[in-house]
């Protein structure tokens, strides 16, 4: 194992800027730095994801390492202590915008996977990383196209998960409630419907909801993040309509339709009032940096995976292999095996280096211990998996 090449690239990576539709410049290094790892085969989706490809011996197995390469934005700069794109190592550390949220995971899988090409002859089957675009305002939509293309019989997710392997995660719905009324002066609210006030009772309801609750993923969640009337800003006029917005954290077996209606019950439950109101999940539109556009209906479903199956079994293993002590756990958060494990129904597990609450924070950092032991763990899952 080279370590500085992995930690030079994992800076590199960090370095470079890649606001979600914005990651051209950062896909373009990682194709270049494929290549120069002896991947088999390297593509560039319609999207604008990468995709590099290590074939061994005939036959056998396929897996997919999935790392997305987009991040969100800084936030205050001076709350930082080190410059965000600086890649600055202190203390065994790299500090920077995306290095546990992903960028050290996909340093690990490119330096580690690009390893195995070097040992075509130790493995039967193929395996690919794929540095997918636009997670972080669409799971799921950048992976899709290296699925399509790869049919892969495994995936492996580099999110955060404190080197435990991750056997699942809660879904998420972004969620829509809109509360129509009558506009009517001010002077006058008696002739008017207060949408506002209409929606508080709604709001209040909502709280008082009974949600299901999973023996290994915990309980689903209710919350509200955004709330607005119209017209804004209100001038002398009774609000006509107001709308909320809530994040809807769901179990596996939840359905779309059943979160809608669960909801929409909730509402009609209201005594006080006949309220109108519509629920609704939100639909979004995005342009990747290829100028392909998409079309992202914002629920993405809850996944788990039983630790007896033959992926966890062979993951632990090779776990077990680089020095790690192999444990099993489950994300909190929503990741782009949302779209493998149901989607495709593509067994899926979560391996990555760092913790999950390092991501979407100030001061973000990688240990470069974990970095490097992520790329062995990479490299012997996939010998564990593939082994002749």
């Known amino acids: ?224 993040t955004d709330i607005i009337s119209f017209p804004y800003p209100a001038q002398s006029v009774v609000p006509h309509l107001c709308r909320a917005t809530y994040d809807r954290r769901t179990l596996p077996d939840e359905t779309e339709e059943g979160v809608i209606k669960g909801l929409i019950s909730e509402i009609r439950s209201i005594k006080e009032k006949s309220i109108d109101a519509k629920v609704k999940i939100v639909d979004s539109e995005y342009r990747s940096y290829t100028g392909e556009k998409i079309k992202f209906h914002k629920f993405i479903p809850a996944w788990k995976i039983n630790i007896d199956n033959f992926l966890v079994k062979k993951a632990l293993q090779g776990i077990e292999k680089t020095g790690i002590n192999p444990q099993v756990g489950y994300y909190s958060f929503c990741t782009n095996g949302s779209y493998s494990a149901v989607n495709c129904k593509i067994p899926t597990i979560g391996f990555g280096p760092s913790k999950e609450n390092l991501a979407h924070r100030e001061n973000e950092y990688i240990e470069i211990e974990r970095l490097l032991l992520s790329e062995q763990a990479y490299k012997n899952i996939t010998l564990s998996l593939l082994k002749i």
């Open 1 to 224: 194992m080279n370590k500085e090449r992995t930690i030079n690239l994992c800076r590199r990576l960090v370095a470079t800027e890649s606001l979600s539709c914005e990651e051209k410049k950062i896909a373009d290094i990682i194709s270049e730095e494929m290549r120069n790892f002896g991947f088999d085969e390297i593509r560039r989706d319609k999207l604008g994801g990468i995709l590099g490809i290590v074939r061994g011996c005939s036959g056998g197995k396929r897996i997919l390492f999935d790392a997305h390469i987009d991040h969100i934005g800084i936030g205050s700069k001076d709350k930082w202590s080190y410059e965000p794109y600086g890649a600055r190592v202190v203390n065994g550390r790299i500090y920077g915008r995306g290095t546990s949220d992903m960028k050290g995971s996909l340093a690990a899988m490119i330096s580690g996977i690009g390893s195995l090409s070097r040992m075509k002859d130790k493995f039967c089957g193929e395996v690919a990383v794929s540095a997918s675009v636009m997670e972080e305002v669409a799971e799921g939509v950048g992976l899709a196209p290296n699925i399509e293309y790869f049919n892969p019989d495994f995936v492996i997710i580099g999110e955060s998960s404190d080197l435990k392997i991750a056997c699942g995660q809660r879904g998420r719905a972004e969620i829509e409630v809109s509360v129509s009324g009558k506009s009517a002066h001010s002077s006058s609210p008696e002739i008017g419907i207060n949408a506002v006030e209409d929606m508080m009772m709604v709001v209040n309801r909502l709280k008082k909801i009974k949600l299901p609750e999973d023996n290994i993923l915990g309980k689903a969640h209710l919350v509200l």
